[in-house]
């Protein structure tokens, strides 16, 4: 596995792949691996001759730069998980070497941006955009995976795709949790013992909601999960919508879409997490 943190020689390796003409996949990260991006990176491992994987906490995503000062960075751990999983180059790049120059690329997707994350973390998605599409220039990958854990994420990146008429397939993967059901992600890191016992919550009342959604009516099930995440006291929710898995948009009834997913942000404590469930697929 090579290590390396310059786009030139980042371009040059996978030149010398595509020469010989072999599939690249691309799995872009910002480190502090766990188990959920690992689900990524063995399913690329599987699907294509090189298997690329970027670490890269990217600021121009962060709104909050108190998120962004406390995201957690682990580069050995995450080179020895790689290395193990058989990633063939990781990419571990320095700020300036991304942002040479500031990036003023200004993104548009529309209602895409407009709902659940959007209106919580203004310039989080352009700034999503302006990271994976500078990867997708640098790596020219054939497939590129995602976890649906960031569900509008990866609609974002669809979008941002046809946009730009990258030649690249996007892989979403489903969500990897801890064994009580919390969504894996590194900002688990930082939750405090109570919080970590709380958190479970979150899955915990989203399971719940689905065993009776449909049965009950979608407005129920939705006041459900926001009624039992408001009594936690220390949670604050930032949204739980039901929306439209291709849309986005929040649906009224179950029958209004054939895709039907339940998508939740809370602050536990001073840790913003998501989650989210499919209702209907
Ligand atoms: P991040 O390092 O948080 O930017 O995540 C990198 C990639 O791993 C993104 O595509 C995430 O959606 C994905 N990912 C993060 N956590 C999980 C999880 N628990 N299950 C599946 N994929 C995940």
Redesign the pocket.
């Known amino acids: 596995m090579e290590i390396i943190k310059g786009i030139a020689q980042l371009k040059s390796l996978v030149a010398q792949a595509r020469e010989a003409k072999k599939s690249i996949g691309l ?11 690992i ?2 990176v063995n399913r690329c491992v599987a699907e294509n001759e090189v298997c690329v994987v970027s670490v890269f906490v990217n600021p121009t995503q962060f709104n909050d730069k108190s998120d962004l000062a406390a995201y957690p960075r682990t580069p050995e751990q995450d080179a020895a998980m790689l290395e193990k999983a058989g990633c063939d180059i990781v990419f571990m790049p320095e700020v300036e070497e991304m942002y040479p120059e500031p990036d003023t690329r200004q993104f548009a997707f529309g209602a895409l941006e407009q709902v659940m994350e959007g209106p919580y973390r203004p310039g989080h998605f352009n700034g999503v955009a302006q990271i994976v599409s500078k990867l997708f220039y640098a790596v020219e990958p054939d497939l590129a ?6 569900f509008q ?2 609609a974002i990146i669809r979008e941002m795709v046809k946009q730009l008429q990258l030649p690249v397939k996007i892989v979403s ?5 801890e064994a009580d059901g919390l ?5 688990n890191q930082r939750l405090n013992e109570e919080e970590r016992k709380k958190s479970v919550l979150i899955s915990k009342y989203l399971f719940e909601s689905r065993t009776f959604a449909g049965e009950k009516s979608l407005a129920e099930t939705k006041a459900f999960v926001e009624e039992n995440i408001g009594k936690v006291d220390i949670f604050r929710l930032d949204y739980f919508e039901i929306v439209d898995g291709y849309t986005l948009q929040p649906v009224k009834n179950w029958e209004d879409a054939d895709y039907v997913v339940g998508c939740i942000a809370v602050f536990c404590g001073p840790v913003r997490l998501i989650d989210n469930i499919i209702y209907k697929s």
């Open positions: 799995v872009p990260t910002m480190g502090a691996l766990h188990a959920g991006h689900s990524l995976y995602f976890g649906e854990k960031d994420q990866v993967c489903p969500i990897v949790r969504a894996m992600s590194s900002r």
